[in-house]
């Protein structure tokens, strides 16, 4: 074990690793400009056991994790390039673009997070369906290395004002012990797992008083075993976190550990096996979620492949998501019917137990809406049949409702309802969008 993993690479280190490694020497301009921009983080486990530096840019993995220039429009790319030395038009250019990222997608910022009774936000906490409690540790606030498709990403670029954070365990656990609905927290960020142990621990082990027993899931999503999985075999700190999580589990708690595999890459390192390993150990569950995005998994093989992995190593497949209306979504994104169609021929490769990924799922501002594909109904229109997994109102989960069939609709504001009693479901639709025609193929 060379103890790669805990370094990593950011800001002009990144392109002067692009520049070594790499022939083409535009990629690491590509790095120096759209950097500014968007965050991006590599460890060393990526860069030694991931990346195949002789396919670059077109192998998954780079594409997963590093710039290139069509992340951005080209006249944002020009404009962030010419500001490049003079740092007052730097910030203001790089400003402009990240406005125009959408940062915050679904009104994370106004409609999710909680208020106390003296009308105080609960910082660091979003309470979007009533069984769930998402809590963002402050300093788990960044991860190993970035996903350049992630939603997230605003909370990495320095602006406190696109950052959600708490502000420590105590209000936290006030908060949840005044709402017994809540029987599930996610630990969630950034990526909880770059917090040192005695970081963490005081928020585990609140969940334990009296007072919260209706906590009765606590789950940590995670890139840790694809991009540092040494945190959890052979870190000095690897064994305090086992011995907490086992503690959690032994106390009647169901654990889950929200697994983020985008590509079946990531789980062929011998050490990243063994982390598996060690943590279903200690009682976890393993649970795998990710978006299909273009460059790097818009391949049926690529998840069949995959989630056969998974199984294989007791991770269960949870989540294939559709890619999110924020960052560079021009670059990622793919038009759901395609979504839709990847998702079902993966399925069709797989066992029983290989088809437990629900998918394409949509995570909307009012609510994850799965689409079950596309339909012809009486009249010979075409048209998605659609159901919500979860919603902020509960009566509109799992009931079927259709949305007019668009074969380049990448989102859920893109989608009009079909007929009028579709309406209520698609509330956030926009208006106007027109009707295709045909049907899919």
Same mark, same amino acid.
Do not use: N
């Given at each position: 074990m060379n103890g790669s993993g805990t370094r990593t690479v950011t800001g002009r280190r990144l392109a002067a690793l692009v520049r070594e490694r790499c022939a083409d020497p535009g990629l690491a301009r590509d790095v120096e400009v759209v950097s500014q921009v968007l965050p991006f983080k590599v460890s060393g486990h990526v860069i030694d056991h991931l990346v195949d530096w002789k396919s670059a840019p077109d192998d998954p993995l780079y594409r997963l994790l590093f710039p290139h220039r069509d992340m951005i429009d080209p006249a944002h790319f020009r404009a962030v390039e010419r500001a490049l030395g003079d740092p007052v038009a730097l910030r203001g250019a790089v400003a402009a673009v990240r406005d125009a990222l959408n940062p915050h997608p679904g009104e994370q910022l106004t409609r999710n997070i909680p208020r106390h009774d003296d009308g105080?936000? *609960?910082?660091?906490?979003?309470?979007?369906y009533a069984q769930t409690a998402l809590v963002f540790p402050r300093h788990g606030q960044t991860c190993h290395a970035y996903c350049s498709y992630c939603f997230r990403w605003a909370q990495f670029v320095g602006d406190p004002g696109l950052r959600i954070a708490d502000d420590g365990p105590r209000r936290v656990t006030d908060y949840l012990r005044r709402h017994p609905e809540v029987s599930d927290v996610l630990f969630t960020g950034g990526? @909880? %797992?770059?917090?040192?142990? /005695?970081?963490?621990? @005081?928020?585990v082990e609140a969940l334990l008083r009296p007072g919260l027993e209706h906590i009765t899931t606590v789950?940590?999503?995670?890139?840790? %075993?694809?991009? #540092?999985?040494?945190?959890?075999?052979?870190? @000095?700190d690897a064994g305090p976190l086992l011995r907490l999580l086992e503690r959690l589990a032994?106390?009647?708690?169901?654990?889950? *550990?929200?697994? #983020?595999?985008? #590509?079946?890459? /990531?789980? /062929? @390192?011998?050490?990243?096996? %063994?982390a598996v390993s060690a943590l279903r150990s200690t009682g976890a569950e393993l649970r795998s979620q990710a978006p299909v995005v273009r460059h790097v998994n818009d391949d049926p093989?690529?998840?069949?492949?995959?989630?056969r992995a998974q199984i294989a190593l007791g991770i269960h497949p949870y989540y294939l998501f559709m890619e999110r209306d924020t960052g560079a979504r021009r670059y990622f994104g793919l038009p759901i019917q395609r979504a839709y169609e990847i998702h079902r021929s993966a399925t069709t490769r797989l066992s029983g137990l290989g088809r437990t990924a629900r998918g394409p799922v949509m995570s909307t501002t009012e609510g994850k809406v799965t689409v079950d594909g596309p339909t012809r109904l009486p009249g010979g229109e075409w048209a998605f049949a659609l159901?919500?997994?979860?919603?902020?109102?509960?009566?509109?989960v799992g009931r079927p409702f259709h949305a007019r069939w668009d074969p380049q609709a990448q989102w859920w504001s893109e989608l009009a309802p079909f007929a009028d009693h579709d309406r209520p479901f698609l509330a956030g639709a926009a208006p106007g969008v027109p009707v295709r025609q045909g049907g899919p193929r």
């Open positions: 105080d936000q *609960v910082e660091g906490v979003q309470h979007k990526d @909880p %797992l770059v917090m040192r142990t /005695e970081l963490l621990q @005081p928020y789950r940590i999503g995670t890139k840790a %075993l694809s991009f #540092h999985p040494a945190r959890l075999v052979t870190d @000095p032994r106390a009647g708690r169901h654990v889950a *550990v929200m697994v #983020h595999v985008s #590509h079946p890459r /990531e789980l /062929e @390192p011998d050490l990243t096996r %063994l093989a690529v998840w069949a492949d995959s989630w159901r919500f997994l979860q919603a902020r109102d509960a009566d509109l």
